[in-house]
């Protein structure tokens, strides 16, 4: 059974960095797509980064381009993403979230997606 634990998020004031952490457990698929979403207030989910344990390619939104960064530790089966410069827009509760569907060619698309976290809040106060 697939298992993921989001921890890491908080309060911080603009210009500020977060590092989210996700511990995932029971992913027997290989290659697979382990990713970040968020969904602020009112909005829908959208994705953040993901990565493609095929070769490990990452992706990124183009809003998070050069500022988030998301990497992945096999030895201890975690997840990262590392937030720099955060501003009020990126305010949103965080999930991680793990597909074991032919997910390449959709990596941050939420219905590529069939294990999700309970979800980590951010909130960036200017």
């Known amino acids: 059974q697939v298992q993921l634990v989001e921890s890491g998020g908080g309060s911080v004031q603009a210009g500020g960095s977060l590092r989210l952490s996700c511990a995932a457990s029971?992913?027997?698929?290989?290659?697979?797509?382990i990713a970040w979403f968020r969904q602020p207030p009112g909005k829908e989910r959208e994705g953040v980064a993901a990565?493609?344990?095929?070769?490990?390619?990452?992706y990124y939104a183009d809003s998070v381009k050069g500022r988030f960064t998301i990497s992945q530790d096999n030895a201890k089966n975690t997840l990262y993403l590392l937030m720099n410069s955060l501003s009020p827009e990126d305010t949103a509760m965080y999930y991680c979230?793990?597909?074991?569907?032919?997910?390449?060619?959709?990596?941050?698309?939420?219905?590529?997606?069939?294990?999700w976290g309970q979800g980590t809040q951010v909130t960036v106060s200017s």
């Open positions: 979230a793990a597909s074991t569907y032919d997910c390449i060619w959709s990596v941050l698309r939420p219905y590529q997606y069939n294990y």
């Open positions: 029971g992913i027997t698929r290989s290659p697979y797509c």
């Open positions: 990565i493609y344990t095929g070769g490990y390619r990452t």
